[in-house]
């Protein structure tokens, strides 16, 4: 018979070990973080602009893709980086990041396709970050439905 005990502790990923699980999420989060600061920034030093096609677009869609990629990334992070005790509350603050930056990547795409449309690699790339922001939060819908099933599994294990 063994002696020994198992006594789980509480000891959360580093920054480091969730960039190694997650180094694509982390960086697209940080790309959008990147790219909603340089919109603001354009915002107030006229002369700075970052994207010629986020030039011909008015003010206010400016400031709702910079709005969106920036609070999206941010958000993304700090779900990704969650250190709290409830998980599930990372992952709704992470999706409900990668939503915002998945609107701010596809309307910064649309406005690259409808003033340059021969330029799909200019449009694309901001696409296939957008698709990869959604695939990102659906993917943990699925990943939460999943503990949750396999919780009700073993609490009804427990009770037989």
């Keep these: ?41 354009s915002l107030f030093i006229p002369e700075f602009i970052p994207s010629k096609s986020m030039d011909k677009m008015p003010d206010p869609v400016i400031i709702l893709v910079s709005g969106f990629l920036g609070t999206g990334g941010f958000l993304s992070l700090v779900g990704l980086n969650w250190w709290g005790d409830k998980v599930s509350h990372g992952w709704s603050i992470e999706q409900f990041g990668w939503w915002l930056a998945a609107g701010g990547f596809a309307t910064y795409a649309i406005s690259v396709a409808w003033h340059y449309p021969g330029s799909a690699f200019s449009w694309g790339v901001p696409l296939s970050l957008g698709l990869g922001s959604v695939i990102r939060a659906v993917s943990i819908i699925m990943i939460e439905q999943s503990v949750r099933r396999t919780l009700a599994e073993v609490e009804d294990h427990k009770h037989e």
Aim: proline share 12%.
């Design 1 to 41: 018979m063994p002696t020994h005990v198992f006594q789980p502790s509480r000891n959360p990923p580093r920054w480091w070990d969730r960039l190694l699980v997650h180094p694509l999420d982390m960086t697209v989060a940080v790309v959008a973080v990147i790219f909603g600061l340089l919109v603001i920034a």
